[in-house]
């Protein structure tokens, strides 16, 4: 049985003929006043963007922290001596270490010692109760952050393992929103999904910022996290989609940039505003204007044209060139007209002429696209050869990425324990520097040899951090400032390079199949810069290190798309991988089953 049985609508929805027609109309329309909303959309998505993803690092900060006990010696102790990398005490005049951050279970015994020593601490927040028993009491070091997460649930001592749960609880919501913002946008559309991501997003934020509870708060993030990807992967897509091809590089990395910018701003306003709650409000609030501009926002016309709308898609088209003030040639304009007269619900497929709506000499005009099972979309895409390499390798190549990328930033508080704002702000600038640098050498190289090469080179200077001195401090942010850079440069050209690996049909679910695997390495993130650092200084390097140098590996498997049409079905997919990637030549036949097990029976390919 070939796959053009099994699943017509996926294999038969539109030629490459249509979307060759389809990329010169959006070559004529090119870039101006019709993508300028979808723009400030995005613009606005990626204000709120890094307080929700990477925010972690100011808003659940680990503070400096001094336990105490009304009936035990050890409440007097921090106000006499200082403990040393041996563990042992100094009573040295100037020595004296306010907030050492040890349970009472975890001080060492010391001898004799009198109240009157007692010194005076600066920058303290008030003593209270925690319920907590190795730390009945704890104050906190208010020189950096006046509240965070952790001050206010304290957790310390036996609730640290309760803080990592901030940042996993959002991945987790990321990977739900993943499995479902694909089939929602490919149903509902672009448009809708985006709406439904931005009201998920203001409830989760308000639920955050809000509650008294540590729980309430966990589950907020769950739906932060679901809101987030269920708004920002539709915005990409549409904006891959409605853009010109020999500007789509460019133009969809405009929105990263803005991230990188946003990420620059948290620093500083973190700064400015040491109070967790408060911060987390300002910077979502760009929501609430987000979501009222959606409405005026035009809904996708491939996805339109996947969906039979024929004509709804002409006449948005046609709008398109009207807002850029262009000219569509005659050869277009006449496209155009036939898409303008066909049916509600026609479906051009292959070998059917778009004028009579016949193939084989059998009218097809009610025949839409339909929604497949999720199971049955995985089985016909790893059954197919080109398709199965994209589904292994892809999502493979963002975990180890998104490790890579997100440990840099969320090991703020490991690297600088003494200026995380500066450390966050940095990090912002050099995304915008990667961002900048990488548009011109992605435009001249192909996309494989650009990531493969930042990808690896970031990793290994990762790696040669390591065994720097401490005193040597300029050197080690060189290093993992400059790996930062370039890690953010492939992060970028990535998103445009999976959104023209998958074809239209599938395009958004294949793109949120790919995040959420990628997703499984922010939840790793958490437990290597909370919990194993504790144990190996060095595990953060080394594992973010080691992700860049495989995920390099993994590029040469996939296809390249530089300038290349963007496959609107899975059969322009195996198309690209017998003709481009293995190298069939253009006039023969394809394997088939009968010599082959992953092609379909007696398809022949045509010729682009």
């Given at each position: 049985?070939?796959?053009?049985?099994?699943?017509?609508?996926?294999?038969?929805?539109?030629?490459?003929?249509?979307?060759?027609?389809i990329?010169?109309?959006?070559?004529?329309?090119?870039?101006?006043?019709?993508q300028?909303?979808?723009?400030?959309?995005?613009?606005?998505?990626q204000?709120?963007?890094?307080?929700?993803?990477?925010?972690?690092?100011?808003?659940?900060?680990?503070?400096?922290?001094?336990?105490?006990?009304?009936?035990?010696?050890?409440?007097?102790?921090?106000?006499?001596?200082?403990?040393?990398?041996?563990?042992?005490?100094?009573?040295?005049?100037?020595?004296?270490?306010?907030?050492?951050?040890?349970?009472?279970?975890?001080?060492?015994?010391?001898?004799?010692?009198?109240?009157?020593?007692?010194?005076?601490?600066?920058?303290?927040?008030?003593?209270?109760?925690?319920?907590?028993?190795?730390?009945?009491?704890?104050?906190?070091?208010?020189?950096?952050?006046?509240?965070?997460?952790?001050?206010e649930?304290?957790?310390?001592?036996?609730?640290?393992?309760?803080?990592?749960?901030?940042?996993?609880?959002?991945?987790?919501?990321?990977?739900?929103?993943?499995?479902?913002?694909?089939?929602?946008?490919?149903?509902?559309?672009?448009?809708?999904?985006?709406q439904?991501?931005?009201?998920?997003?203001?409830?989760?934020?308000?639920?955050?910022?809000?509650?008294?509870?540590?729980?309430?708060?966990?589950?907020?993030?769950?739906?932060?996290?679901?809101?987030a990807?269920?708004?920002?992967?539709?915005?990409?897509?549409?904006?891959?989609?409605?853009?010109?091809?020999?500007?789509?590089?460019?133009?969809?990395?405009?929105?990263?940039?803005?991230?990188?910018?946003?990420?620059?701003?948290?620093?500083?306003?973190?700064?400015?505003?040491?109070?967790?709650?408060?911060?987390?409000?300002?910077?979502?609030?760009?929501?609430?204007i987000?979501?009222?501009?959606?409405?005026?926002?035009?809904?996708?016309?491939?996805?339109?044209?996947?969906k039979?709308?024929?004509?709804?898609?002409?006449?948005?088209?046609?709008?398109?060139?009207?807002?850029?003030?262009?000219?569509?040639?005659?050869?277009?304009?006449?496209?155009?007209?036939?898409?303008?007269?066909?049916?509600?619900?026609?479906?051009?497929?292959?070998?059917?002429?778009?004028?009579?709506?016949?193939?084989?000499?059998?009218e097809?005009?009610?025949?839409?696209?339909?929604?497949?099972?999720?199971?049955?979309?995985?089985?016909?895409?790893?059954?197919?050869?080109?398709?199965?390499?994209?589904?292994?390798?892809?999502?493979?190549?963002?975990?180890?990425?998104?490790?890579?990328?997100?440990?840099?930033?969320?090991?703020?508080?490991?690297?600088?324990?003494s200026?995380?704002?500066?450390?966050?702000?940095?990090?912002?600038?050099?995304?915008?520097?990667?961002?900048?640098?990488?548009?011109?050498?992605?435009?001249?190289?192909?996309?494989?040899?650009?990531?493969?090469?930042?990808?690896?080179?970031?990793?290994?200077?990762?790696?040669?951090?390591?065994?720097?001195?401490?005193?040597?401090?300029?050197?080690?942010?060189?290093?993992?400032?400059?790996?930062?850079?370039?890690?953010?440069?492939?992060?970028?050209?990535?998103?445009?390079?999976?959104?023209?690996?998958?074809?239209?049909?599938?395009?958004?679910?294949?793109?949120?199949?790919?995040?959420?695997?990628?997703?499984?390495?922010?939840?790793?993130?958490?437990?290597v810069?909370?919990?194993?650092?504790?144990?190996?200084?060095?595990?953060?390097?080394?594992?973010?290190?080691?992700?860049?140098?495989?995920?390099?590996?993994?590029?040469?498997?996939?296809p390249?798309?530089?300038?290349?049409?963007?496959?609107?079905?899975?059969?322009?997919?195996?198309?690209?991988?017998?003709?481009?990637?293995?190298?069939?030549p253009?006039?023969?036949?394809?394997?088939?089953?009968?010599?082959?097990?992953?092609?379909?029976e007696?398809?022949?390919?045509?010729?682009?």
């Amino acid at each position: 049985m070939s796959f053009l049985h099994l699943s017509s609508s996926l294999w038969e929805v539109p030629t490459m003929d249509v979307a060759d027609n389809i990329e010169d109309v959006f070559n004529e329309i090119g870039f101006g006043r019709y993508q300028a909303l979808l723009l400030v959309v995005a613009f606005l998505s990626q204000l709120v963007c890094p307080i929700q993803q990477l925010g972690s690092t100011v808003l659940s900060a680990p503070v400096p922290f001094r336990c105490s006990s009304s009936s035990d010696v050890n409440d007097l102790m921090y106000q006499i001596f200082s403990v040393d990398e041996n563990n042992t005490l100094s009573a040295e005049a100037g020595e004296v270490t306010e907030y050492p951050s040890l349970c009472l279970e975890n001080v060492p015994s010391i001898g004799n010692y009198t109240k009157s020593s007692a010194g005076v601490y600066k920058n303290s927040l008030r003593k209270h109760a925690t319920g907590v028993p190795s730390c009945p009491e704890v104050e906190y070091d208010g020189s950096l952050f006046q509240s965070t997460v952790i001050t206010e649930w304290d957790l310390v001592c036996e609730r640290s393992a309760l803080r990592p749960l901030y940042q996993i609880m959002f991945s987790v919501g990321g990977i739900s929103g993943s499995l479902y913002c694909g089939h929602l946008s490919d149903w509902l559309g672009r448009k809708k999904a985006i709406q439904v991501g931005g009201l998920i997003s203001i409830i989760g934020s308000l639920a955050t910022a809000l509650s008294p509870w540590y729980g309430v708060v966990i589950g907020a993030r769950v739906l932060c996290g679901m809101g987030a990807f269920v708004l920002y992967f539709p915005i990409f897509t549409l904006l891959s989609e409605i853009c010109p091809s020999r500007r789509r590089t460019v133009i969809t990395m405009v929105p990263g940039i803005l991230y990188f910018i946003s990420l620059s701003l948290v620093g500083g306003i973190a700064f400015l505003i040491p109070h967790w709650r408060k911060l987390l409000l300002v910077c979502t609030s760009p929501l609430f204007i987000l979501v009222p501009m959606t409405f005026f926002l035009d809904e996708s016309p491939r996805w339109l044209l996947q969906k039979g709308r024929t004509a709804e898609a002409a006449t948005l088209l046609k709008k398109a060139a009207t807002q850029n003030k262009k000219t569509f040639s005659s050869l277009n304009a006449a496209f155009l007209e036939k898409l303008s007269q066909m049916k509600d619900d026609f479906t051009i497929t292959k070998n059917k002429d778009p004028e009579t709506g016949k193939e084989n000499g059998k009218e097809k005009e009610n025949e839409s696209i339909k929604d497949e099972g999720m199971l049955h979309l995985a089985w016909l895409c790893f059954s197919s050869p080109g398709m199965r390499v994209i589904m292994i390798a892809t999502p493979l190549m963002w975990l180890l990425k998104r490790a890579l990328y997100m440990g840099i930033v969320l090991n703020a508080n490991n690297f600088t324990s003494s200026n995380p704002f500066e450390y966050v702000a940095m990090s912002g600038a050099m995304g915008v520097a990667g961002c900048l640098l990488s548009i011109p050498f992605s435009v001249k190289l192909p996309r494989r040899v650009f990531m493969s090469g930042t990808l690896s080179i970031g990793g290994i200077l990762l790696l040669l951090e390591l065994p720097i001195p401490e005193e040597f401090w300029w050197a080690k942010w060189t290093l993992v400032l400059t790996a930062f850079c370039l890690v953010c440069g492939a992060f970028q050209v990535n998103y445009v390079y999976a959104a023209e690996l998958f074809p239209t049909v599938i395009r958004t679910r294949g793109f949120s199949y790919t995040n959420v695997i990628g997703t499984v390495g922010e939840i790793i993130i958490p437990l290597v810069t909370d919990i194993a650092v504790q144990y190996y200084s060095w595990a953060p390097s080394v594992t973010f290190g080691v992700a860049g140098i495989l995920a390099s590996l993994l590029l040469p498997l996939l296809p390249e798309t530089k300038d290349r049409t963007m496959p609107e079905t899975m059969q322009d997919v195996e198309d690209r991988y017998w003709y481009e990637y293995k190298g069939l030549p253009r006039n023969s036949e394809a394997p088939t089953e009968s010599n082959t097990d992953i092609c379909p029976e007696g398809r022949k390919k045509a010729v682009v």
